[in-house]
């Protein structure tokens, strides 16, 4: 009897050139098209180069950068009418029609094609489920460098919510560490003001995981905007957060024994937010409070607790 090989998942962190067996190819916008193969099965070994109206290309949902920046597309649009499009984008057929597309890698090439006046760009057609379109526009996407931290957070995010992945298989699937893929993830966590300070680059992850350590969330939010002005390094960030916020030191403050002010500190830094435990006097009953700043926040902490909604 032959036992079932165990499939394997695919690893995807080695970019397109992986995806076509070849190295990018180099075509100016005035090569003739090739016909492409009309029984592509297979991603690997037959992918189709073809000239594509540019309007007949939509952006891939799972595009995690979130702006483009005009300046930039303009010089990339200015050196494409000089010389043309040397590097082909690649596309899948959309289940709508055949002659339609949705971009897998190369937006910022298209982009700049439709502002330099193209009306057909070439392109890699690829035969990819819906699965892997999604992972392939994630990751090829998180291997740019010129993506900011939110952007890398969010995409990061999405991509184990949305397909399952635990921290460890999206680290190898984009070539991070485990540890860095966890806290990129968790800054997603943050206040969204936070989070614009984070995508500006005015605080580091480092920061952002910083203040993560922070359970006050008013608090939280006043040590980030004074390490952005004042450009605090993340030592003396962690120093300040250590320090207990006046309104807390009030005389009226509540009483709580050394015991359940470190598990509220630990329960705080695991979970990302404020936590706050009371007690009974004999200590043999009481309840948890959790603050939650956005649906967001709230559903990441569900999932922190195995909660999942099956009716949604």
């Not at 090739?34 to 799972?62: C, F, K, R, W």
């Not at 921290?167 to 893929?181: F, I, N, P, W």
């Not at 024994?257 to 006097?281: A, C, F, K, N, Q």
């Amino acid at each position: 009897m032959t036992t079932k090989p165990t499939k394997r998942p695919k690893r995807l962190g080695k970019g397109l050139s992986a995806l076509v067996q070849s190295a990018p190819v180099q075509v100016p916008t005035s090569a003739e098209p090739e016909p492409s193969s009309e029984n592509t099965t297979s991603t690997q070994d037959q992918a189709g180069l073809i000239q594509v109206a540019v309007g007949d290309i939509t952006p891939s949902p799972y595009q995690p950068r979130q702006s483009f920046d005009e300046t930039e597309l303009e010089q990339l649009a200015q050196s494409i009418r000089q010389a043309g499009l040397i590097q082909p984008i690649v596309v899948r057929n959309t289940k709508h029609s055949t002659n339609s597309y949705e971009l897998v890698a190369g937006e910022r090439r298209w982009r700049a094609a439709r502002l330099a006046g193209l009306t057909e760009l070439p392109a890699i057609v690829v035969a990819l489920s819906e699965h892997e379109a999604a992972q392939w526009a994630l990751i090829e996407n998180l291997q740019r460098k010129d993506l900011n931290a939110m952007e890398r957070a969010n995409a990061l995010r999405g991509l184990c919510e949305q397909f399952g992945l635990s921290h460890q298989e999206a680290a190898e699937r984009v070539g991070l560490d485990r540890s860095t893929v966890a806290n990129l993830i968790r800054v997603t966590e943050l206040a969204e003001p936070i989070q614009s300070l984070l995508a500006a680059g005015s605080l580091t992850i480092g920061h952002g995981k910083a203040l993560l350590a922070i359970p006050d969330l008013d608090h939280r939010l006043k040590l980030a905007e004074r390490a952005s002005s004042e450009n605090w390094s993340v030592r003396r960030l962690e120093q300040s957060g250590r320090k207990q916020p006046e309104s807390d030191a009030a005389p009226n403050a509540r009483v709580a024994s050394p015991t359940l002010v470190d598990l509220e500190r630990r329960l705080s830094e695991h979970l990302g937010t404020r936590v706050r435990i009371s007690t009974t006097r004999d200590g043999t009953r009481g309840k948890v409070s959790l603050e939650f700043y956005s649906l967001d926040h709230f559903d990441g902490l569900l999932t922190k607790f195995g909660f999942v909604d099956n009716e949604g």
